[in-house]
């Protein structure tokens, strides 16, 4: 059996480690009796820890929110992910958190031993960080998105369309997704009877968010991103082109990055529908097709092709 200290640690491991226990759980967990687990609930009270109990037969323990943070207990790994996390977050992916992320994981590495010290300090002095132009999130509106997804609550706000158009939203939402240098919320739409994909750095929440929905069952989580990139993949874009290539689906697929749909066409050729908002760059992004290809009913996408050909003349000049 454990002496009180230790069991006390490993209790307080427990309720982090999962929401609910019940005392019979706890009890078979650390080899005592429930009594045992209902004075060492008193005794992490005692210590600062806001211990729920709720009564009944399937009453249980869960570790809820206090006044104050208590003491958290991290294992090797959770240690390393928690200042590797630290450190991406100081390098501004999230929009108003670099400051605070350093002091937070300046706090971080003084408790940490040696051990872990080295394997934090060597991602730190080796990993370059590569500035990235994407949208920044408000931490806040994070923070709303994700709370609303755990705890089944309605949520809604105002969208900012790729237009610059803005609507007035609700919805049952479920995922918040990384993809892309963007962050996504995946959710219900009622209004549509089907799920949507939103840009978080477009969302603009009303708090609080409520009430509580029912949670219908969601797609696996590999559909839930082949979802994602299709919906990007599709977005209005301001410039859109029907684009021939002389190579066959197959072949197209794997060079697109985001799932699309391409067309097989006669005589092993195919054709897809690519869109961006600066015409110039979606030349640019055929050309690395390293495939020949046609373009059909865009003006602007065959000006732009005309003036890189051009340029790349220029770059040559008379080296040839």
């Not at 037969?57 to 207990?73: C, D, E, I, K, Q």
């Not at 640019?284 to 009913?297: I, K």
């Amino acid at each position: 059996m454990l002496e009180t200290s230790a069991r006390l640690l490993r209790l307080l491991s427990l309720f982090q480690a999962r929401r609910d226990w019940t005392g019979g759980e706890l009890a078979e967990r650390l080899g005592v009796t429930t009594r045992t687990v209902r004075n060492d609930v008193e005794r992490l009270r005692e210590l600062g820890y806001p211990v729920e109990a709720r009564p009944g037969v399937a009453g249980g323990y869960r570790l809820g929110s206090g006044a104050t943070l208590p003491p958290l207990l991290l294992d090797d790994d959770e240690a390393v992910a928690v200042a590797l996390g630290l450190r991406i977050a100081a390098a501004g992916a999230v929009a108003g958190i670099e400051e605070t992320s350093l002091s937070a994981l300046a706090k971080l590495q003084r408790i940490l031993p040696a051990r872990l010290r080295h394997r934090v300090e060597s991602f730190g002095s080796h990993a370059l960080a590569v500035p990235t132009h994407a949208p920044t999130v408000d931490p806040e509106t994070l923070t709303t998105l994700a709370l609303a997804c755990r705890d089944h609550l309605m949520l809604h706000f105002d969208y900012e369309a790729h237009s610059g158009a803005t609507s007035r939203r609700t919805t049952e939402p479920y995922r918040l997704i990384h993809r892309r240098q963007h962050w996504y919320l995946f959710a219900w739409d009622p209004s549509r009877a089907d799920w949507r994909t939103f840009r978080a750095d477009r969302i603009h929440p009303h708090t609080p968010p409520g009430p509580r929905f029912t949670p219908r069952p969601t797609p696996p989580d590999a559909e839930i991103t082949t979802r994602v990139d299709t919906g990007v993949a599709q977005a209005p874009w301001r410039y859109k082109a029907r684009v021939i290539v002389h190579a066959p689906a197959t072949y197209v697929r794997t060079r697109i990055p985001t799932p699309i749909t391409v067309e097989e066409l006669p005589n092993g050729h195919s054709a897809f529908e690519p869109g961006s908002d600066n015409p110039e760059r979606l030349a640019l992004y055929l050309g690395m097709l390293e495939a020949d290809f046609e373009v059909t009913d865009a003006p602007e996408l065959a000006a732009a092709v005309e003036r890189i050909i051009a340029r790349y003349q220029r770059a040559i000049g008379n080296s040839t």
